[in-house]
């Protein structure tokens, strides 16, 4: 049983910063590629970066290019997501997944989330 696990949320003010880790449980993911994906309230979950196999290709939406930066350790299956410059439009939960399908018809590859981790960005 695959277990993804989201830390390092909080509430911040605008202009601040975080760091969020995710440490998938279960299986190694290190052949695969990983993304943050978020939930703000009321809406659908949508993906915001990805990280491909390699730890190096990178893929970023269009709101958080710039500010937000994917990494990730291979050995330990560990996925981490440095976010700054925070708005408050970033208000949502964030989860973490490996992917299939890369950038176009991205697919979580694990069918049970997480339980995300809630960031609250004040102006």
């Known amino acids: 049983q695959v277990r993804l696990v989201e830390s390092g949320g909080g509430f911040v003010q605008a202009g601040g910063s975080l760091n969020l880790s995710c440490k998938i449980l279960g299986r190694t993911v290190a052949t695969d590629d990983v993304g943050w994906f978020r939930q703000p309230p009321g809406k659908d979950r949508q993906k915001v970066a990805l990280?491909?196999?390699?730890?190096?290709?990178?893929w970023y939406s269009e709101s958080v290019r710039g500010r937000f930066t994917i990494s990730r350790d291979r050995i330990n299956d560990e996925v981490y997501l440095q976010m700054d410059n925070l708005r408050p439009e970033d208000t949502a939960v964030y989860f973490c997944n490996a992917v299939s399908g890369w950038t176009t018809r991205t697919t979580p590859l694990f069918d049970s989330w997480g339980q995300g981790t809630q960031v609250t960005v004040s102006s």
């Open positions: 990280m491909a196999y390699n730890a190096v290709s990178t």
